[in-house]
């Protein structure tokens, strides 16, 4: 059973440009986070995909968006990328919006770096 | 968010009991408390979780004060393997959505 698999592994992105990340979440999840970890800090929650609508979102600005296919697969995008959103963003998958008494899986992340 | 509060770093021998704590003095009635860790290099990993009565699984042992006010993660014999950065995160069943972490505790083990 393959876990959360995120593509790419790593990027390199200019000042300005956009990126779009990847996420295929565990076989029968549905619900897909995604988080932002900056170096030495923990996780930040970014925003969640259930049935194909963002359900929650943390602190971060518009330029970062999202989108859940009807697989389930989600994409994160970052429009207008700067020196701070250098960071790993790491998804994480659960079932039926992640209620409290669940667990979630994560993926290995993809390390974004803005020059 | 209630807040949990962990000392920044522990160290361990291999092969020895560990115990990481958690202090959580504003939890509610109905917040679950849950661990993660973080291997260098990788995503966070889920460990245990529990309410009110402690719990067991495979990886470990969570035990829970009788007022709910801390908790202790209980690696029964850690190996190199265990050197993590492991989280207690409180999860309210409410608004249970996300995951909020804080900088948690980095595990060093030492043979």
């Known amino acids: 059973d393959a876990g959360v698999t995120q593509s790419p592994t790593h990027l390199i992105k200019t000042r300005g440009q956009q990126v779009t990340l990847r996420c295929s979440p565990k076989?029968?999840?549905?619900?897909v986070s995604w988080y932002q970890q900056a170096l030495g800090q923990g996780p930040q929650f970014i925003f969640q995909?259930?049935?194909?609508?963002?359900?929650q979102r943390g602190n971060f600005p518009d330029r970062f968006s999202g989108h859940q296919f009807p697989n389930y697969s989600s994409e994160l995008n970052v429009n207008a990328l700067l020196l701070g959103d250098s960071a790993l963003y790491l998804c994480?998958?659960?079932?039926?919006?992640?209620?409290?008494?669940?667990?979630?899986?994560f993926g290995q992340g993809t390390r974004l770096t803005v020059v | 968010d209630a807040k949990t509060t962990q000392p920044n770093s522990m160290e361990s021998n291999e092969e020895e009991p560990v115990h990481l704590p958690c202090n959580h003095s504003?939890?509610?009635?109905?917040?679950?408390i849950h661990w993660y860790r973080q291997l260098p290099s990788q995503g966070p990993e889920y460990v245990i979780h529990?309410?009110?009565s402690n719990v067991n699984n495979r990886m470990a042992s969570l035990a829970i004060a009788e007022d709910r006010k801390s908790s202790t993660l209980i690696l029964h014999r850690a190996t190199l393997r265990d050197a993590a950065v492991y989280y207690c995160?409180?999860?309210?069943?409410?608004?249970?959505?996300?995951?909020?972490f804080g900088t948690g505790t980095r595990l060093q083990v030492t043979l």
């Open positions: 076989s029968g999840h549905d619900t």
């Open positions: 504003t939890i509610s009635g109905t917040d679950y």
């Open positions: 994480a998958s659960s079932l039926e919006g992640f209620r409290a008494n669940t667990e979630a899986f």
């Open positions: 995160i409180l999860r309210y069943s409410g608004t249970a959505s996300k995951l909020t």
């Open positions: 529990g309410l009110t």
């Open positions: 995909y259930y049935e194909e609508e963002e359900r």
